[in-house]
């Protein structure tokens, strides 16, 4: 069972990247075009706002792009360019021979569900909400490059930017766009006063028919949605359920047609359910061993390389992933265009961790088994978080192993919220960390050496002179074949000092009900398509 | 002296846990090697073949097989092979109570967390047994004032949401043993106050208290002969349910993630991580289940024996 | 009796004050805010500084307290950091649900314990009497997550029986008010009687020893003596004593009807009392954590203030003790 789970996921990555686009409506039996229908989706935790510009944090976001409309849908082919954009309510665009203006032409069949047409000057309402300081909207920065926003006539949105940049589109299509003829009479400064559930008018997909707090939220199908003859489902009900565990036993249950994570130790029990599907493929998240570099104890690269070797990451995929995952080699995933396809994972050698170790003065002197430098033992604290039992796994499984070269890490389940404060004051060994990579690749955010006060995404206080010279290169060019000889350089230097213990590249294990039809399910957002989603009426198969 | 036999069976229970997790890693040979990679999940009584390496590594499967220059030991996803010459010793082992997900003995950790648990309730009861006597004895004793106040702190106290405190003050403190022991402690005595107080204000007004005051009795004297022995029986009946609650505080705390360090395994901690596999592993979460609740019965029953005799005589 | 009663309304104000003021200082003690529990993979350090502006975590604990306190003080409770609406009405949409699990599990408690109880003190020492004792031990000690996550796997997963969680089923809004109801009691199945069959347990074996107790009363005796049916002997001269100290315990569990209970809820996915506390203190939501001990407390109080009155009028000896 478990050495098909390997090829399966083998064979599904290889697809992955192959072809870019697999038809979304060769579901068996044609059944894929019909109408209807209800799905049943699980979630970790409720919508926090529905204002998209009060939320704050990312499982929101992902819902209410179902209930609000995009100007353009950002392409799952990430890992093979830049990602490219698909028109969505904005049906086509422009951009001026400097490549400062863009014109965007709206579609003109797009409906609020109140029969209001979309217009420009909802695009135009949407940008000064996300600029207002009053809205605060978390992520403005994402429109630091754009100088205004303006309406040429119903149909057409004018863009003017103040600098040219690889990611100019995908940072004007950042946000949904929200409804002026609703919401333009409340002052940006009472937004937070008001009771945003009952104020939504949709644009998207699907709108809000109901929504129980903690319980379920009920969309319904938007007959004014611009994509003619679609969303295919009458409903998508989405129902809370605050753990990992519970949702797996829903979905086994029958009460859930969809779940977007299964935690691997899962998969049997749901593979062995005929009512049930499993789609494998690569998660856009790497999980790893984040160093302090800034412990005297951990500042040489000789040191955290004999960490790394010392791991057997071969056996870790294998108990705590079920084969599903592969060794991670980088702060690139392997399957992104930046990958430098030079490198490899260190490998598993304990004997040459020790010489590594012995060569940077850490021996066993007095026999206790632990190495110890100038009398001091190499005890190290592994932080984990305790939400996470994958996480906790590994740091189990890397207390046996480190033991066995001499090092003492005893494992330490925080809560997030006082691990994040453990790891912006810098007070931490090592910790168990998933990065969820964007699709925009930017290096500077994490491997930059941290800014004076210290708090940065740089949680170990990784600092190479080299690194950053390198990285304020990348940054001028607007290019992207013109970046990728430095990034793989700054991948090079990376991987040899070994700030971070790299683990794994994470694999996702989506499970759906088999009556599920037209879903194109990938890494780029967890419903990616849901417009086009169908249910097989029951019995057909 | 009343014989009970509930009090008799309670406490030869009680006896036998406590011997096993004492004396138990003595008794029993060297336990099998933890191999994360071959021998998880293997069912109670399965028996594998420990492979111990020359550099000090053990492999441990059931399925080895040994051939011309190499043995081959077996695994879920791929085998192993080590080459001969690197083979020091080859045994035979026996999972009585089956493995866990990293492929350790699940009796040998109950061995072990079951010293952990049992202290852990123990010093638990004990701070709550000198807590609650103090202030139930000072409540009793002190007169209006100091009764108001010990009281109306008791009530406090059980006004904390004990559970939500614990999330906290694990952030503020590393979890560990210690801690635990005084928290548990510390959110326990209330019952024991109230009781203490109920009984001695009761006796007060008994005729035999009274007849003795009467007679000139010295208050030391009415204390030895007339409130402490009364007192005892109520008290060791409650430390013993107490003891119980504290051993199923310990479990739904490690459930929680709020109890003792994840490396440390206590019989709740292993219920807890067991509750994880109830399908693939049902053995986890059940033998050191049965092991609290046998712990609890027992303690239960010794309340129940100290009343029963309590009432008798 | 109503001095008394009086007294103790007056004391609860600054009772609750001091527990609610000691929690503040512990939370705001706890490393981590909400700004560091958003889950956001693309959130950077400043935008994670923007959000405790936002919400006034960067300020000094004591002005945090003093602004907390005065809105307190003309009854505004906040707004909570992750609903993004008031407070009160979240606890106001908590509490049904926890009222309706407790209700149920107390009932089931009250109803099962008094039957065992019964049934097994007709005949000490008989077949039930000690199959009873020896079920309502090992039920007692039973890890209650352990428990309820055995009942899922048998009853939601392999019978098919009931659903494994929630309060309705998905489409029940459109059902017709009958058939909304028979579904909500088809969720509340399992979590009520997880709740209520380990209380029932312990009030089995508490009325039954209380019962034991009474027979051996002179006043028992003398009813016997006097050639009374075992029937009322049992039911009339021995039940009412022996339950007095029941009724008190009715108050004990006032903190648990609205409280909630967190494994219970949270296994279930029941949106109560219990499951909004445990998600406010793993989101470090200040204004909910601080309402939910508030009426936590609240509750305990008045439990306690109720058991205690309740004691005073069923046994006047016990007057002086409840001061």
Redesign the interface.
């Known amino acids: 069972m ?2 098909l789970a ?1 090829a399966l996921a083998c064979a599904l990555t290889v697809l992955a990247c192959g072809s870019p686009s697999p038809a979304p409506e060769a579901g068996p039996g044609g059944a894929a075009t019909a109408r209807g229908g209800t799905v049943v989706i699980g979630l970790l935790s409720d919508v926090q706002s529905w204002n998209p510009y009060l939320a704050e944090d990312s499982a929101t976001a992902n819902l209410l792009a179902l209930v609000y409309p995009s100007l353009a849908v950002e392409q799952a082919d990430y890992h093979l360019h830049p990602p490219s954009f698909e028109p969505a309510l904005a049906r086509s665009w422009v951009w001026s021979d400097d490549g400062l203006v863009l014109e965007l032409e709206l579609d003109p069949r797009a409906r609020w569900s109140d029969g209001v047409p979309i217009t420009s000057r909802d695009v135009v309402f949407t940008w000064q909400a996300q600029v207002s300081p009053e809205v605060g909207w978390l992520f403005a920065a994402a429109k630091d490059g754009i100088d205004g926003v303006e309406a040429v006539d119903e149909h057409t949105v004018r863009v003017r930017f103040n600098r040219v940049d690889p990611y100019q589109l995908m940072d004007l299509n950042d946000g949904l766009i929200i409804p002026a003829h609703a919401w333009a009479g409340i002052p940006f400064d009472s937004w937070r006063e008001v009771a945003w559930r009952e104020r939504v008018v949709a644009g998207g997909p699907f709108s809000l028919a109901g929504h129980t707090p903690q319980q379920e939220i009920v969309l319904e199908r938007n007959p004014g949605y611009f994509r003619p003859g679609l969303p295919r489902l009458d409903r998508a009900v989405f129902r809370i359920v605050p753990s990992d ?1 519970g949702l797996v036993t829903q979905l086994l249950a029958g009460e859930l047609d969809f779940v977007r994570s299964v935690p691997p ?1 899962d998969v ?2 749901v593979r062995a359910d005929d009512d049930l599907e499993l789609v494998v493929y690569d998660d856009r998240s790497y999980t790893h061993i984040c160093w302090n570099t800034a412990r005297p104890r951990l500042a040489d690269p000789r040191v955290r390389r004999a960490l790394t070797m010392a791991i ?1 990451r071969e ?1 870790l995929v ?2 705590v992933y079920a ?1 599903f995952v592969r060794m991670a080699v980088g702060p690139v995933l392997s399957s992104f265009w930046a990958f430098n396809q030079d490198l490899e994972p260190l490998p598993f050698d ?2 040459a961790a020790r010489a590594l170790l012995a060569d940077a003065g850490w021996r066993d002197r007095d026999g206790d088994g632990i190495v110890e430098r100038d009398g001091v033992p190499l005890a190290l604290e592994l932080l984990a978080p ?1 939400e996470n ?1 994958l996480r ?2 590994i ?3 890397v ?2 192993d480190l033991r ?1 070269v001499g090092v003492e890490a ?6 997030w ?2 691990l994040l404060a453990a790891l912006d004051g810098g007070d931490f060994d090592g910790m168990v960390n998933l990065w969820e990579e964007p699709t925009r690749i930017d290096l500077a955010e994490v491997w930059h050496s941290p800014p004076a006060d210290g708090a940065s995404l740089n949680f170990g206080r990784y600092s190479n002179p080299e690194v950053d010279r390198l990285l304020a290169e990348v940054a001028e060019l607007a290019e992207f074949p013109d970046r990728k000889p430095l990034l793989d350089r700054i991948q090079a230097l990376i991987v040899a000092d070994q700030p971070y213990t790299f683990l794994v590249e994470n694999v996702r294990l989506t499970a759906h009900s088999a009556r599920l039809r037209g879903a194109e399910i990938n890494a780029a957002t967890p419903y990616f398509n849901m417009d086009e989603w169908a249910v097989a009426p029951a019995g057909a198969e | 002296m009343i014989r009970s036999p509930r009090l008799a069976v309670g406490s030869t229970v009680l006896a036998l846990l406590v011997l096993l997790c004492v004396a138990g890693p003595a008794l029993r040979r060297p336990a099998p090697a ?1 191999d ?2 071959r021998a ?1 999940l293997l069912p109670p009584g399965a028996v594998a073949t420990e492979v111990v390496l020359d ?3 053990s492999l441990v499967s059931p399925r080895v097989a040994v051939t011309e220059h190499a043995v081959v030991v077996g ?4 085998d192993t092979e080590v080459p001969r010459e690197r083979v020091v010793d080859m045994r035979q082992v026996r999972f009585w109570l089956g493995s866990d ?2 492929g350790r003995d699940v009796l040998a950790q109950m061995m072990n967390g079951g010293r952990i648990s049992l202290s852990v309730a123990f010093l638990g009861a004990v701070i709550a047994l000198f807590a609650g006597t103090t202030v139930g004895l000072g409540a009793a004793t002190g007169g ?1 004032w100091l ?2 106040l010990l ?2 702190m008791v ?2 106290v ?4 004990v ?3 614990l ?6 403190v ?1 979890p560990g043993p210690v801690l635990l022991v005084v928290v548990l402690g510390l959110t326990s005595w209330m019952g024991l106050a109230r009781l203490v ?2 009984q001695v ?2 006796l007060r ?1 008994r005729t035999f208290v009274l007849a003795a005051r009467a007679a000139g009795c010295s208050p030391t004297r009415i204390w030895q002969r007339h409130y402490l022995p009364n007192l005892a029986g109520p008290v060791s009946q409650d430390t013993a349910l107490r003891l ?1 609650d504290l051993v ?1 505080a310990e ?2 705390l490690s ?3 709020l109890g003792i ?3 440390i395994p206590t019989w ?1 901690s292993m ?2 991580q067991g ?6 592993g049902w053995w986890l ?1 059940t033998f050191p ?1 049965l092991a ?6 027992a303690l ?2 010794i309340g ?1 024996g100290i ?1 029963e005799r309590l ?1 008798r005589s | 009796m109503t001095r008394l009663i009086a007294r103790r309304l007056l ?1 609860l104000v600054p ?2 004050w ?2 609610a003021t ?2 503040f200082v ?2 705001a ?4 805010s909400y700004a560091d529990t958003v889950e956001h993979p693309g959130l950077t350090t400043e935008q994670r500084q923007a959000i405790r502006e936002r919400y006034g975590l960067d300020e000094p604990v004591h002005r945090q307290y003093l602004r907390w306190l005065g809105a307190v003080a003309t009854g505004d409770l906040g707004v909570s950091f992750v609903a993004k609406e008031p407070v009160a009405r979240v606890l106001a949409r908590a509490l049904p649900p926890t009222l309706l699990l407790g209700g149920a599990a107390l009932a089931l408690d009250l109803l099962l314990g008094l039957a065992v109880a019964v049934a097994a003190a007709r005949r000490p020492r008989g077949c039930f009497d000690r199959l009873s004792t020896v079920l309502a ?2 039920l ?7 428990l309820a ?2 009942a899922v ?1 048998v009853f939601a997963l392999l019978l098919g029986w009931f659903p494994a969680s929630h309060m309705h089923s998905v489409g029940a809004e459109q059902l017709s008010a009958p058939a909304r109801l028979a579904d909500l009691v088809h969720h509340l199945v399992l979590p009520a009687a997880c709740l209520g069959l380990v209380a029932a347990a312990g009030t089995a ?1 508490y009325l039954r ?1 209380t019962l034991m ?1 009474v027979r ?1 009363e002179r006043f028992i005796l003398a009813a016997r003596a006097r050639g009374l049916g075992e029937g009322r002997v049992l039911w009339v001269h021995t039940l009412r004593p022996a339950l007095l100290p029941v009724v008190t315990l009715l108050g004990l569990s006032l ?1 648990v009807l609205v ?1 909630g209970s ?2 219970i809820e949270a296994i279930f996915s029941w949106p109560g009392m219990g499951l909004v ?2 998600q406010a ?2 989101a470090r939501d200040v204004p909910v ?1 601080m309402a ?2 508030m009426v ?2 609240v509750a ?2 008045l439990g ?1 203030l109720v058991a205690d009155v309740l004691y005073a009028v069923v046994d006047p ?2 007057r ?2 409840v ?1």
């Open positions: 478990k050495q390997v565990r130790a049997d029990r057997d056996t294998d108990v084969g304990p004997e305790a039992e906790q796994d740091a189990l499984l207390q046996e066995r005893r494992p330490r389940f925080l809560e919220g006082t | 933890g994360p990679a998880a550099n000090g590594r695994g879920p996803l791929r997900r990293f209006r009764d108001a009281m109306r009530d406090a059980l006004a904390f949401p559970l939500f405190l999330i906290l003050v694990a952030a503020l590393r107080r109920g204000l009761s007004g119980g199923l479990a739904t459930y929680l993630g360090p994840p490396d709740g219920v807890a509750h994880r596999v109830m399908v693939d979460a289940g609290i609740a046998a712990l609890v019965v239960a029953l129940d009343q009432s | 004391l009772m609750v001091l527990v000691v929690t512990v939370v003690a706890a490393p981590g031990l090992g007692s000690g039973l890890p209650s997550f352990w996550g055995l796997l074996r020893s107790d051996a903190p409280s967190v494994v506390l445990l203190a793993q954590i939910a001990t936590g407390a305990v109080l306690s000896r016990a002086e003790e001061r």
